[in-house]
Each structure stands twice: as structure tokens, then as C-alpha cells.
């Protein structure tokens, strides 16, 4: 198997795919930055649900459930995107958080008190990685 140079946007890649395809659930190599990810996708309602499965000395996997409208058929994600990349990181401090449409959607950001959404950030008033935006 291949080396990801960049595990998050693998994790984006693969989320993203599950839904044009209309998967139900999608399958992805677990790390802690991807298991909060994952927490704050379900905290704001952008998938059904999750499930870490951990293989001794391994990290594992997480399963994802993908959100869909009853009667639409509509993914909750519209879109996702990656923001910070192995070559070209992107840092916001306090005063210059990004917003994503317009409030619609959400940031995630990586900062020293872990990984929390753009309104978190906001509230706490502390910058970091801005790792992708969600809407």
C-alpha cells in the first residue's frame, strides 16, 4: 500500500467521493486528527454517524454514515476543502479567521487547544492551521 503525503486530504478525498457515489457509509485509516474531524462533522450535523473500530497496534479505521435528505436524497455536504497543504500551510491569527459561507458552513482549525470550528476559534479568540472548510 501507498504512502498518503497528505492523510487529510485523503480523509477529505475519500468523504467527498463517498457522497457523489451515494455511498451510505464510507470507510477511512483512522488518526487522532482524523477522529476529531470526524466528532466535529457529527457535532454540526454533517453525518449520521461514526464508529472507530481499533485493531491492536494498529489505529484502525473509522466508519463513516453519510447524511442524506429523506425524500431528496440531498448529501448534508455539499462541499469539502482542503485549505492547508503539506506544501503550503495556511495559519490565521484571531482577528483574521475565515468564514465560509457567509456562517453557513464551517472551518476547522487546527490550534493549541486542539481541533475546533472557526466559531470556536472565534470565541476563544485563538488562531492556528486552518486544515479545510465544510458547507
Known sequence: ??????PIADY???VRNAVLAKHRVVDIPASNMKREITKI?????????YKFEDELGHQ????IALKYHPETKVSA????????????????????IPRVLNGLGIA?????????????????????EVLCYVY
Do not use: F, W
Open 1 to 6: 500500500m501507498s504512502k498518503v503525503s497528505d
Open 12 to 14: 477529505l478525498t475519500r
Open 41 to 49: 462533522l457529527k457535532e454540526k450535523g454533517y453525518i449520521l454517524n
Open 60 to 63: 484502525g479505521n473509522i466508519k
Open 77 to 96: 455536504i455539499k462541499g469539502l476543502k482542503r485549505i492547508s497543504k503539506p506544501g503550503l500551510r495556511q495559519y490565521c491569527n484571531s482577528e483574521n
Open 108 to 128: 476547522i482549525i487546527s490550534t493549541s487547544k486542539g481541533i475546533i470550528t472557526d466559531k470556536e476559534a472565534h470565541e476563544q479568540n485563538i488562531g492556528g
